[in-house]
């Protein structure tokens, strides 16, 4: 037979396991679950019969032929001159002009931040277009980055680092600008 204090001491074990347990749920109050809002994949839309029907219509023979000297062709921007040949070819040349190569070499860009929530990258972007600033968004890798820019000249872009980390508190980077990636 149990004694006084065992029978005690196992009904005081019980009592502070419910408290454990039981407890914490009880004081926390009304527990809120976020969810993340989720795009689903729509549908793929059945295909019916009102869909249309094409004919097939068999070639037409071109009775048209090429002139026998080349012909040199140049358009009005002075970037891309052709040539065709007797064979029917058409040889292509598209120069870039020195200005283009220039802007693509010497452009620069300063990232300012990379913000997960994407609704306050784009109120700092706002907030920078109207005090002037050439402000852009850019989403990438989960983050939404905030960019100044692009400018050919880099002191100016420098200055603006300094205007930029007292308005926002943030300290940019100057980077070289990639008009295929910005």
């Known amino acids: 037979m149990a004694s006084k204090f065992q029978n005690r001491l196992v009904g005081t074990i019980i009592l502070v396991a419910i408290g454990v347990i039981v407890?914490?749920?009880?004081?926390?109050?009304?527990k809120t679950h976020y969810q993340d809002d989720i795009a689903s994949i729509p549908i793929k839309p059945s295909t019916s019969s009102d869909s249309e029907n094409y004919k097939i219509v068999n070639p037409v023979q071109d009775t048209k032929?090429?002139?026998?000297?080349?012909?040199e062709v140049t358009v009005d921007s002075g970037n891309t001159t052709a040539a065709a040949n007797q064979s029917?070819?058409?040889?292509?040349?598209?120069?870039?002009?020195?200005?283009q190569a220039k802007f693509k070499d010497n452009a620069?860009?300063?990232?300012?931040?990379?913000l997960k929530?994407?609704?306050?990258?784009?109120?700092?972007v706002k907030d920078l277009q109207k005090r002037g600033?050439?402000?852009?968004?850019?989403?990438?890798?989960?983050f939404t980055r905030v960019i100044i820019g692009p400018n050919i000249s880099k002191q100016k872009l420098q200055r603006e680092i300094v205007e930029l980390e007292k308005i926002t508190g943030s300290?940019?980077?100057?980077?070289?600008?990639?008009p295929l990636n910005p």
């Open 108 to 114: 620069w860009i300063i990232q300012l931040m990379a």
């Open 117 to 124: 929530n994407a609704d306050n990258a784009k109120n700092v």
């Open 23 to 30: 407890l914490p749920d009880f004081l926390d109050g009304k």
């Open 171 to 178: 300290k940019g980077r100057l980077l070289k600008f990639n």
């Open 88 to 99: 029917g070819s058409v040889n292509v040349e598209v120069k870039q002009t020195t200005q």
């Open 65 to 71: 032929s090429l002139p026998k000297q080349p012909v």
């Open 133 to 142: 600033y050439q402000a852009h968004s850019k989403k990438e890798n989960g």
